[in-house]
């Protein structure tokens, strides 16, 4: 007996169907794919290249094979440039998608806002990122910024904010989601209107409360999207760069140090070239090692 | 005819025949000989590149040269640069260059054309190469070759508020301990305001605690190591981070040229060492047009070595037209162009210049002008340009110089912990080869 | 058990508070920069700050007439909706497709774009682009531009076409609908808040991005975000003209999120596929 739902027998015309489908679904995505290579391939082979070779300052260039990467495991700015990475990259995350989510609640159901206050709400990561830095740094500023006349008005003590060694990194992640809450909020507003409003309706005849909608069946249904919104932040979070080299330049000290202005000053004004390019395939890779995780999650929570 | 009529009259023949021959050289030079190419011109963004390029069409009428500009700010037009060199683009003619900085660094790279011969040959005749300040040439001369012309001089100055030193009874500083014993005194006589501000940003101080360093008798090289940790050196370091630290803003180790111009002309602070070419900002809105005074950093036991430097203009080694760019080099660095910008407040690296009439009209019409060239005019005459070390690394010392003294001012180290530690550092760098 | 319903009223009015809070702390340092680009520059530093003055639009008209403002601004536009639309064209196809075989490969290599630092491929593109004479050409801005549109697209669609039951899709396979055309006429219109979203960040993301363009440009093709850097350097910081230029620049992208305002809030999804 030939049960039709059985995948081991197949008939002729089903596996001829199901071929030329995955020949389409291929195809599909094969500019995105060509493209991708076509524009990475070069600067990547040539990068690994270049970190297997050492560039004195005079400027003379030697092959070292895995050298730079021994000196990588053994130099202290790198480790610590890992750790203000991580500990910058985990606060902001953290800080973005709650209030991200929040947000885009708070939004979604502000049903009768115009369309200009909405984008309004959503315009600080529209800014250069340089604008905002430069911006940031005027208000910060520990003497003449509206921050600490705002705090010394209230009675509460001023802050070193970005030139204090224990508070820069808060302070910059402070920043960094200040501009990209929004932007979180904005992708949840997408998955938020996607919802189908049947489970809505049903939780609505149950009777159920707002928070408990929320709990029980708004956020397990927006999972995808704040994977989505995970995946997008934390590719940028960890390659933190603009607003530390425009503020503080890794300091004070080099506690805003992250690993992309660490090989960005090794290669661009220390002309350490080689050594620069391992510790930006390292930090490639750590990216996306995150990358992969987060995608496993973005599979296991998909309907 | 006697032998002596024949020998007069071929000295004289001689005498005029070398006479037509230097005639014709110096109408041999042409400024059009150029004509009809185009040089291109990768520039920092900063007023000497601005006052230069506002007389572009005189230069393109002059010589028939279409010149071609791409402007980007400091650390961006570095960044380009160095992408554009390492391919070994032909794309930048001419480029402006901070020898004190780069100069040893992209020397070594191979990136400058050698001027030397051009500054022999191809020189227009009033030029005069002899009147360049000889300091700023030596600092763009590497392996005997010159690398750049000098455009502008500046260096660190000391602006300070002579109305808060009347009104807490502080006198101009005549050495640098005058310097902490003012600071102290005004903190106590006005806790409101800043008795005094300078560079606390890692990469930026070097800058400016070089001329402190100096001063006060020390170098960071002797006998080929780095000398941080001797005794002038330590004085150097805990003088300059004590100076921030007590007397200085909060938040000082951020503080670069916009922090620290924005504060001074605010009237937040009492005393600002900062760049010379910071007093347009500085001037800003005429609030502190009057109540400003002005002079090098005080001398202290080393005597009085300021640090001083100039923007450069260079021809790329890669340039396919090395001696069309070097017309547009020679003319931005000509007497009658340089005193065109000197009247634009852009000081120059020429004291015929400095001397002119019209130049010294538009000093004498305000009085911190005339002590902003005053103490332009020690700059020039006692000058150094060694900002951090004298190696091709120089970049990467400034690193190290700058990590010791903010981990001084942040109080995380002692004076002897800090010196150790850099000069640990700095002697691995001096190593490479 | 379930508790007793709060009341609407309350349930709004407290949504409407929490608005106000939200809008406060995110609107209050933009406003700070609009009101400073009407200030002369030295003012926009002074001390205390001052909510009150009056206000002046030379940092406007010094910056129309010394800057080629509006040709970088026809720069920028060029190069973001050339590399927005490169995006979209390339990244809608490939979403849907990695949606449907849940095949994660393709769009993890275009994110790898986005995983290296951008210098990594400054010098490199440099070169590519200098072989075959493309420097300063719009058709590299794009095409650097559109490595970091792609993977926006493509992965904000990614839960967008993952909403859609498979149930649609097979129901059209039974019709004999290709796959291509079960993309065109039935998931895409079902994705359109989706394709908004992505639309948007897509155009935010290149408009703002410096980087590329410090090194593939040269003087007729810059955009206008190289430009809003030159007004800080020593001896010249002049910020009420950054202020007024951050003001200019952010606009094109606050026009265009207001005007597809619409799609976002209706939603063109939804319909009575599901349930």
């Not at chain 3, 951050?246 to 939804?270: C, D, E, F, K």
């Amino acid at each position: 007996m030939v049960a039709l739902e059985s995948p081991a027998i197949r008939k002729p015309a089903e596996t001829f169907g199901q071929d030329r489908q995955r020949l389409e679904l291929a195809a599909l995505s094969a500019p995105a794919v060509l493209f991708t290579v076509g524009m990475i391939a070069f600067p990547v082979i040539y990068t690994v290249w270049l970190s297997f070779q050492s560039f004195s300052s005079t400027g003379k260039q030697s092959f070292v094979g895995l050298g730079n990467y021994a000196h990588l495991i053994s130099d202290n700015e790198f480790w610590h440039g890992l750790w203000v990475t991580l500990a910058l990259y985990l606060l902001s995350l953290v800080l973005q998608l709650v209030f991200g989510v929040w947000l885009a609640l708070v939004l979604f159901h502000a049903k009768r806002l115009s369309g200009i206050v909405r984008s309004l709400f959503i315009s600080p990561f529209m800014m250069p990122p340089v604008v905002a830095g430069m911006m940031w740094l005027v208000i910060l500023d520990p003497s003449i910024g509206a921050a600490n006349y705002i705090l010394t008005s209230l009675g509460l003590p001023p802050s070193d904010w970005l030139a204090s060694p224990t508070f820069v990194i808060p302070t910059v992640a402070l920043i960094d989601s200040w501009q990209w809450t929004p932007y979180v909020a904005l992708i949840v507003l997408g998955g938020l209107q996607s919802l189908p409003p049947s489970v809505y309706e049903a939780a609505q005849i149950d009777g159920a409360s707002p928070f408990k909608t929320f709990q029980r069946i708004t956020l397990p249904l927006l999972l995808p999207t704040i994977v989505t919104a995970t995946i997008l932040r934390s590719v940028d979070l960890l390659r933190f760069f603009d607003i530390i080299y425009i503020t503080t330049q890794g300091g004070p000290g080099n506690a805003s140090n992250t690993l992309n202005i660490y090989g960005f000053r090794v290669g661009f004004e220390f002309f350490n070239i080689g050594y620069a390019s391992a510790l930006m395939l390292t930090l490639t890779a750590i990216v996306f090692g995150a990358v992969l995780a987060f995608n496993r999650l973005r599979n296991a929570v998909a309907w | 005819m006697t032998a002596k009529s024949v020998a007069a009259g071929l000295t004289l023949s001689i005498i005029t025949a070398s006479a037509i021959v230097s005639a014709a050289h110096a109408a041999d030079f042409d400024w059009k000989k150029f004509q009809g190419k185009t040089v291109s011109f990768l520039a920092n963004n900063n007023p000497v590149s601005q006052t230069l390029l506002k007389h572009k069409a005189d230069f393109e009428k002059l010589t028939g040269i279409t010149l071609k500009v791409d402007m980007y700010q400091e650390q961006q037009m570095r960044q380009r640069l160095v992408t554009v060199m390492n391919a070994h683009s032909d794309e930048a003619d001419v480029f402006m260059t901070l020898p004190s900085r780069e100069g040893a660094q992209f020397a070594a790279a191979g990136w400058y054309a050698d001027l030397t011969p051009m500054t022999k040959n191809e020189v227009a005749p009033d030029y005069d190469y002899a009147g360049l300040s000889q300091a700023l040439l030596k600092a763009a001369t590497y392996n005997g070759k010159l690398t750049s012309m000098p455009m502008n001089i500046e260096g660190p100055v000391l602006y300070y508020r002579t109305d808060i030193f009347k009104k807490c009874g502080v006198d101009q500083p005549k050495t640098i301990g005058d310097i902490e014993a003012a600071a102290k005194k005004i903190k106590a006589c006005d806790p409101s305001i800043t008795p005094f501000v300078s560079r606390g940003l890692k990469p930026a101080l070097p800058y400016t605690f070089s001329n402190f360093l100096h001063n006060m008798g020390g170098s960071y090289m002797v006998n080929g190591k780095s000398a941080l940790c001797t005794p002038k050196d330590k004085a150097a370091l805990d003088t300059y981070s004590h100076l921030l630290r007590a007397y200085g803003p909060p938040g000082v180790v951020n503080y670069s040229f916009p922090q620290i111009s924005a504060l001074y002309r605010a009237g937040r602070a009492a005393m600002d060492f900062e760049a010379s070419n910071e007093l347009p900002t500085v001037m800003e809105g005429g609030a502190r047009l009057k109540d400003t005074g002005l002079i090098p950093l005080p001398p202290g036991d080393g005597g009085q070595v300021p640090t001083t430097i100039g923007w450069g203009i260079a021809v790329s080694a890669y340039s396919k037209q090395p001696d069309a760019a070097w017309y547009f080099v020679q003319w931005a660095t000509s007497p009658a162009v340089q005193k065109l910008m000197a009247v634009q407040g852009i000081a120059p690296p020429r004291s015929s210049v400095a001397d002119d009439p019209t130049y010294r009209k538009w000093i004498n019409e305000q009085p911190v002008r005339k002590e902003w060239q005053a103490a332009l005019d020690v700059l020039a005459s006692k000058g150094t340009s060694e900002v951090g070390y004298p190696i091709v690394a120089n970049p990467q010392s400034r690193e190290f110089i700058g990590q010791a003294v903010q981990s001084l001012i942040l109080k995380e180290k002692t004076v002897d912990q800090a010196c150790a530690d850099a000069d640990k550092a700095l002697d691995a760098l001096i190593a490479q080869k | 058990m379930t508790s007793m319903p709060v009341s609407d009223t309350v349930l709004r009015r407290l949504n409407t508070l929490q608005l106000v809070a939200a809008g406060f702390i995110i609107m209050a340092p933009v406003a700070w920069m609009v009101l400073s680009s009407f200030k002369p520059s030295f003012a926009v530093t002074a001390y205390p700050p001052t909510l009150i003055f009056s206000p002046t639009t030379e940092n406007y008209s010094n910056l129309i007439k010394t800057t080629p403002f509006f040709s970088y601004a026809v720069n920028s536009l060029i190069v973001t909706i050339g590399s927005a639309g490169l995006g979209l064209i390339f990244g809608i196809p490939a979403a849907f497709a990695v949606s449907w075989t849940r095949i994660s490969w393709p769009a993890v290599l275009t994110l790898a774009a986005r995983m290296a630092p951008g210098t990594l491929f400054l010098l490199p593109w440099y070169v590519m682009f200098r072989q075959v004479g493309l420097i300063g050409s719009y058709t590299a801005l794009i095409l650097s531009h559109a490595v970091i549109t792609l993977p926006i697209v493509i992965w904000i669609l990614l839960p967008s076409f993952d909403n859609i039951p498979r149930s649609v899709f097979e129901a059209a396979q039974v019709d004999g609908c290709s796959v291509t055309r079960i993309l065109w006429r039935i998931a895409l219109p079902l994705v359109g808040s989706g394709i908004v979203v992505a639309a948007i960040l897509a155009f935010v993301f290149s408009w703002n991005y410096f980087l590329f363009a410090l090194v593939l440009s040269n003087g007729d093709t810059k955009t206008l975000i190289a430009a809003a850097f030159n007004f800080v350097g020593e001896g010249s910081t002049d910020w009420g003209a950054l202020m007024a230029a951050a003001t200019l620049i952010a606009l094109p992208p606050l026009v265009l999120a207001t005007l597809v305002q619409r799609w976002l809030v209706a939603g063109l999804t939804l319909g009575a596929v599901k349930g």
